[in-house]
């Protein structure tokens, strides 16, 4: 489970690789309503934890993203890749608890699977 953390590293245990360097968790009411909506671009190596989430949309997005859904044992039960701006993700993923929102390609990068476990540790400079 995430800790009450304003930045993490995401890391994929199960294959050991990294997913995202950067990644800054949203819990308040407003800062998971908002998401990156309006944002420009998100960097190689960013990301964005909503929690608790368990459906997305692209409304008002400028550029495309891999989301990751994840259980409460931070086990991956949905993942999504390249959903581009104005589209809506599925109403509901069973089991979903969060989302990681990152730059497309991530998710192939990093080889993550629907079943892999994520790890989260603070950011290594």
């Known amino acids: 489970m995430l800790e009450d953390r304003l930045v993490v590293e995401v890391v994929n245990a199960t294959r050991g690789t990294s997913v995202a360097r950067q990644v800054r968790v949203a819990r308040s009411f407003w800062a998971r309503g908002r998401g990156l909506m309006f944002a420009h671009g998100m960097p ?4 964005l934890v909503i929690d608790p989430c368990s459906s997305i949309h692209m409304f008002f997005m400028r550029f495309p993203l891999d989301v990751i859904y994840l259980n409460k044992d931070d086990r991956v039960v949905r993942i999504q890749q390249n959903i581009r701006p104005w589209r809506i993700g599925p109403v509901h993923t069973s089991g979903a608890r969060y ?27």
């Open 44 to 47: 190689d190596g960013s990301g």
């Open 99 to 125: 989302v990681i929102e990152l730059p497309i390609g991530s998710i192939e990068r990093s080889r993550t699977a629907v079943g892999d476990i994520m790890s989260f540790t603070q950011p290594t400079e």
